[in-house]
């Protein structure tokens, strides 16, 4: 999709109308929305219930992985859809490796996930957004700047971060800085999305996006965040990484279809992987458990 032969391989693969507007939005903007039909607006309802008792505990942000007990949420993380035009728009077999459900807007600050969970190659991994219910302008919707996923991708050395391990508070001091003084040299301008109840946004990695402020203090913005990889590929986790210099902290994803995980390759072998990262991803499969984050008062 990010390559200049997206027109050859749509045509070689026989895309129908609906996957090469979709593929050639991604492209173009960095970001594309799906309706994903009827049933997917149920499962949305479903989800709902079956994660709106996490949030009742109060002060929740949002909730990790709860695609560990909800079925809804499973199915939605992994819908067909979904998975056809990701594989259609990137050329490899994607994997849903995480979903955050969340029951308000965000305003978290203008970002871009190739800090988060990154790939080499490289931009081989997008957000899917869905809304649970339909999205008000006044309850900090998704906001994204245009086409800023053509940008070169910032890490953290990018940003001025030389330390051979940096730390998370380097990503508030240096790493958002940084990324927003670039994105206002570019010019490029910000928009938001108002998706109705069972659609779909896709982002592309390094697409910049954030949450907006939310104008309405009693409003919900329900919606099911699914962080995507591609097979074949080495995954790695950014802020601990220095890419320049090949060394990466590699991860174990999980493959939310199947709740194994998938092994990261590097140069078609498959890569070592960390113990910790080893046992992380044990203990995910072993206790099933979703992760609820607070919000800090
Ligand atoms: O939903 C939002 O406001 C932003 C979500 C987001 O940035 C993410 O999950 O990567």
Redesign the pocket.
């Known amino acids: 999709m990010e390559s200049s032969e997206l027109d050859t391989h749509l045509r070689r693969i026989g895309a129908d109308s609906e996957t090469i507007d979709f593929c050639t939005a991604l492209a173009d903007h960095g970001l594309a929305t799906l309706d994903l039909g009827e049933d997917a607006r149920a499962l949305c309802d479903q989800a709902v219930a079956e994660t709106d008792p996490y949030f009742a505990q109060g002060h929740v942000g949002r909730v990790q992985d709860a695609w560990l007990r909800s079925k809804a949420v499973r199915r939605l993380a992994t819908h067909p859809k979904v998975m056809a035009m990701l594989a259609a728009a990137y050329g490899r077999r994607p994997f849903a490796f995480q979903t955050?459900n969340?029951q308000r807007?965000?305003?978290?600050a203008v970002?871009s996930?190739t800090i988060?969970f990154h790939s080499a190659p490289e931009r081989f991994m997008c957000?899917v957004?869905i809304a649970l219910e339909d999205i008000a302008p006044s309850a900090?919707p998704?906001e994204y700047v245009d086409a800023s996923h053509k940008l070169p991708v910032l890490t953290m050395q990018g940003a001025g971060v030389n330390r051979p391990e940096p730390e998370p508070q380097d990503y508030v001091q240096h790493y958002l800085p940084a990324l927003h003084g670039r994105l206002a040299a570019s010019g490029l301008p910000h928009a938001t999305v108002l998706p109705r109840k069972g659609q779909a946004v896709v982002w592309a990695a390094n697409l910049a996006?954030?949450?907006a402020p939310i104008n309405d203090p009693a409003s919900t913005r329900r919606?099911l965040?699914t962080?995507m990889y591609f097979q074949g590929c080495l995954y790695y986790t950014p802020m601990t990484s220095d890419p320049g210099s090949d060394r990466f902290s590699v991860r174990l994803p999980a493959d939310v279809a199947t709740g194994g995980w998938v092994w990261p390759r590097r140069n078609g072998r498959r890569a070592s992987v960390p113990p910790p990262a080893l046992v992380e991803a044990l203990r995910r499969r072993v206790l099933r458990r979703p992760y609820v984050h607070h919000l800090s008062a």
Do not use: A, I, K, R
């Open positions: 955050l969340f807007g965000t305003q978290q970002h996930d988060h957000g957004w900090g998704l996006h954030g949450g919606s965040v962080h």
